[in-house]
């Protein structure tokens, strides 16, 4: 590569990547594609302590280490978490140890606040739709480059043994086939033919010989994943630009789309296969000058590839969780007394989840949070959903309510989230009254909201630049000069916050101390539209508008 330096971005790259991008360039001379031996035997690189995986160039650079050193084992881990442990470093024959220069760096990066150069707080971009957290972080937050080193655990004596499982060559891999359907059922449709393989744009459509044409199984799936690759670019997926067929931007697409499916097949146990690399063999001089002229189109490329990965890979787990619909209630039984409950969807009836009533929401979540983590519930989804729906769902039809105009259900206890010795646990506990009632605004203020997504609205907006005049209007106190612009000011910061949601924006407006019992309802509702589409007009219009704060007019009551 000394032929780059000092001409292109070569010599600013890092060692690490200099030597990923030496690696890759060394393949492409050679006539090979961007590896030249399959990943089946390795497996996605994983810390060994989380089991959490290496994403994007980090995932490059250990796979790309495994194979230089014949690594087997696909775990890695820190220094300090080996010393930790009680791990040590294997000998070799003559005693000396394995770990010298084993070691390898893996990159990450750490925002920082371009005033007060600290790192940047998340929280700030709270709200904000992407167009507006995009500019922000352009103009306030800068990113600093760090380091760490981790090992192997081949090289590591006391790290518990791997467990393995080969797939046999040839083998029909479930997780490949369940994706392909799910991507002709949900996603752009794959039909079957002719002697080539390609993704079409503009229909939307995969086109694949068939499966018999193909010389193996493992040959197959790669060609069927890298146009699956391709299908994500559509502008209702990742929507990429993918330039024409034949040229150097479309060079760069199959770039991202062979590394993209390399890394699928990487998740799904699949090895590729030679004849896969010749079927690239077309684009592999293109990248090579590409290449050749800017390294770093390279790590571009590697990026998008994880993102391509990260999206197929969402799509199937999406797919195979279960789903479990929830509401949360909330009565006061008497004053200053409440009685929360999560209820479920069930048979005929809703399922009082959790197994009781709890005395307060906090008692409740934090429960249900437990109830979440526990091994048996990692494969479920939880979606909340209004109590209405979760009646529809569960086949309830409306009852007649009593002399007090109140409706009273038989909820049904259900042991759906809890393990035995859980259920018995709360059996010993005394339990809290269980009669639902019709459903009111029990109080004003942030307590008497019971859905977990609407207080997370009301956290972010009070977190926010301007969350102290936020709290003062949801409190009822006067900032605006009139009771109109009150009610307005925070309607409009609400409408900035939960989209079009105008449900969601009622519930939190109507527990605010703006809300008036002595108007009618149909009053708020309008004035909800009317600052929602304002909301909306204005972003379509001025995506900066939120955090340059140069808009003038009816805005700046959201201020």
């Keep these: 590569m000394s032929e780059n330096k000092g001409k292109n971005g070569y010599e600013k790259l890092t060692p690490q990547r200099r030597r990923l991008f030496d690696r890759v360039m060394y393949n492409l001379q050679n006539n090979a594609s961007v590896w030249q031996q399959g990943w089946k035997s390795t497996g996605v690189p994983v810390s060994g302590i989380s089991k959490k995986r290496y994403n994007g160039v980090n995932r490059m650079f250990l796979s790309a280490a495994m194979m230089e050193r014949g690594y087997t084992d696909n775990r890695w881990v820190t220094f300090r978490q080996m010393k930790e442990r009680g791990w040590t470093f294997k000998k070799d024959a003559e005693g000396n140890s394995l770990g010298k220069n084993a070691g390898e760096s893996v990159e990450y990066f750490e925002l920082r606040d371009r005033t007060t150069k600290q790192p940047f707080d998340e929280h700030t971009l709270d709200g904000m739709t992407a167009a507006e957290k995009d500019d922000y972080k352009d103009e306030n937050v800068y990113a600093i480059r760090k380091y760490y080193c981790v090992f192997n655990a081949e090289v590591i004596d006391g790290i518990p043994a791997l467990e393995r499982s080969e797939p046999q060559p040839g083998e029909r891999n479930e997780r490949a086939e369940h994706i392909l359907s799910l991507w002709n059922d949900t996603e752009a449709k794959i039909t079957y033919g002719g002697n080539s ?63 993209a499916s390399m890394f699928i097949e990487q998740d799904l146990g699949i090895e590729a296969e030679e004849k896969h690399v010749e079927n690239n063999s077309a684009y592999i001089k293109h990248w090579y000058e590409k290449l050749k002229s800017d390294p770093n189109i390279l790590f571009k490329a590697i990026v998008d590839a994880d993102r391509i990965c990260g999206f197929v890979m969402a799509k199937e787990n999406a797919a195979k969780k279960e789903v479990v619909h929830y509401s949360i209630r909330g009565d006061e039984l008497e004053q200053g007394v409440f009685s929360y409950m999560l209820l479920t969807q069930g048979d005929g009836k809703l399922n009082l989840g959790l197994g009781r009533p709890f005395p307060s929401r906090e008692a409740l979540l934090n429960k249900f949070h437990e109830m979440q983590a526990l091994p048996e519930n990692a494969g479920k989804e939880y979606r909340e959903v209004e109590l209405d729906e979760l009646k529809a769902m569960s086949g309830i039809e409306e009852k007649p309510k009593n002399g007090n105009g109140e409706e009273t259900e038989e909820v049904q206890p259900s042991e759906t989230f809890l393990p035995p010795s859980a259920v018995a646990a709360i059996s010993t ?34 977190r926010m630049k301007h969350g102290e005049k936020f709290l003062a209007l949801f409190n009822g106190e006067t900032k605006e000069g009139g009771e109109e612009k009150d009610e307005r000011s925070l309607m409009a910061r609400l409408a900035m916050m939960t989209g079009d949601n105008e449900r969601q924006l009622m519930r939190i407006f109507r527990v605010s101390g703006q809300f008036r019992e002595d108007k009618p309802i149909s009053y708020y509702e309008k004035m909800a539209k009317e600052e929602m589409k304002f909301v909306a007009g204005l972003r379509a219009s001025t995506p900066r508008a939120a955090t340059n704060g140069k808009q003038g007019g009816r805005f700046a009551n959201a201020k």
């Design 197 to 259: 393989a390609y993704y079409n744009k503009e229909k939307d459509e995969i086109r694949l010989p068939r499966r018999e044409d193909f010389l193996t199984l493992q040959e197959f799936y790669s060609t069927a994943l890298h146009e699956v690759g391709h299908s994500t670019g559509h502008e209702t997926r990742l929507n990429r630009s993918f330039g024409k067929l034949g040229t150097p931007e479309y060079a760069v697409e199959e770039l991202r789309a062979e590394i």
């Design 429 to 462: 506990e005394a339990p809290a009254p269980v009669k639902i009632k019709e459903e009111k605004v029990a109080a004003h203020g942030i307590d008497a909201l019971t859905r977990m997504d609407d207080r997370e609205i009301v956290d972010r907006a009070a």
